[in-house]
């Protein structure tokens, strides 16, 4: 069983920043892409970020200039840090990941976690 742990969240104020994290468990062979998606009621499952297990990453062109996605391999890890939080951030935060277990590969989501920000 393959499970993505999100943590972090929460309210932060406008202009704020945070952090969210993710940790994969499970018997797991190898993660390719890991990466954080975002969805705010009444619109759809967006991506946010991704970051390969080479570390190249790719960003939301609305998000780029405010964002870091980092992860540790070793730890299956994978971390999303959001300066200057905007009134268009609140959503839902999912993490992602394609892994393989034993043949082929998979995706897999965690819970997700609620970002709001308000002061």
């Known amino acids: 069983q393959v499970q993505l742990v999100e943590s972090g969240g929460g309210l932060v104020q406008p202009g704020g920043s945070l952090r969210l994290s993710c940790a994969a468990s499970g018997i797991i062979f190898n993660i390719y892409d890991m990466g954080w998606y975002r969805q705010a009621p009444g619109k759809q499952r967006e991506l946010v970020a991704r970051i390969t297990r080479s570390g190249s990453t790719i960003y939301a062109d609305s998000v780029k200039d405010r964002l870091t996605n980092s992860r540790d391999n070793a730890k299956k890890t994978v971390a999303l840090q959001m300066a200057s939080s905007k009134p268009e951030d609140p959503a839902v935060y999912y993490c992602?990941?394609?892994?393989?277990?034993?043949?082929?590969?998979?995706?897999?989501w965690g819970q997700g976690t609620q970002v709001t920000v308000s002061s």
């Open positions: 992602n990941a394609r892994l393989s277990r034993s043949v082929g590969i998979e995706g897999y």
